[in-house]
């Protein structure tokens, strides 16, 4: 039953990044969506159990698609990204590096002030963890999901910086029988040029 449900679970996750990907592709082709300019972003990690780290990104080319049913309008982008994280006092600590790429959608849901567009984000990526043995658990795999859940407020000169505000969950989805996760609260800065 346990390898059904983990073939379950791969299924739907490489389903849905086919599915976005797919949608990427697509649109880009279609006169629905109007292609953006790459950033970069830097963010800073604040992780259960005195886990923190530094995050930096970077997004090639971020898509509106637009005519969505129930939602009108997507943002859709790439994220390719590399994380440090470390644990433990000064002295005695690990550091574990992290690998992501991660396709993400985004609404804006509101205007701030009537100018500054303030988005929802989501968006299930993969990822490859350097050691599987961090911060007193034992995470089961090199292969993790990276999952996200955020708010993003773009701001300044044509608005080209965002800060953000994520959850963010690193987890094999059951592929190994060890499986506690990683969770963080991600703080972000981004820059498009």
């Not at 629905?32 to 080319?61: C, F, H, M, W």
Request: contains cysteine; hydrophobic residues 40%.
């Amino acid at each position: 039953m346990k390898l059904l449900s983990s073939y379950s679970l791969t299924a739907s996750m490489s389903v849905l990044i086919c599915g976005l990907l797919t949608i990427q592709i697509a649109q880009a082709a279609n006169q629905n969506t109007e292609a953006r300019k790459q950033s970069i972003a830097a963010d800073v990690l604040i992780g259960e159990d005195d886990v923190s780290g530094l995050r930096l990104s970077y997004r090639p080319l971020t898509h509106q698609v637009k005519n969505i049913p129930y939602f009108d309008t997507l943002d859709v982008y790439w994220e390719l990204s590399i994380n440090f994280w470390e644990y433990g006092d000064n002295n005695q600590h690990q550091t574990n590096y992290v690998l992501a790429l991660s396709p993400v959608v985004s609404k804006v849901f509101y205007q701030v002030a009537d100018k500054y567009p303030l988005r929802w984000e989501f968006g299930i990526g993969v990822s490859l963890v350097d050691d599987t043995r961090f911060a007193g658990k034992d995470i089961g795999s090199h292969y993790q999901f990276e999952d996200r859940l955020g708010l993003s407020l773009s701001f300044g000169e044509d608005l080209r910086q965002m800060a953000s505000i994520r959850y963010m969950h690193y987890s094999n989805g059951g592929l190994n029988s060890k499986n506690p996760g990683m969770d963080f609260l991600n703080m972000a800065y981004s820059y498009q040029f």
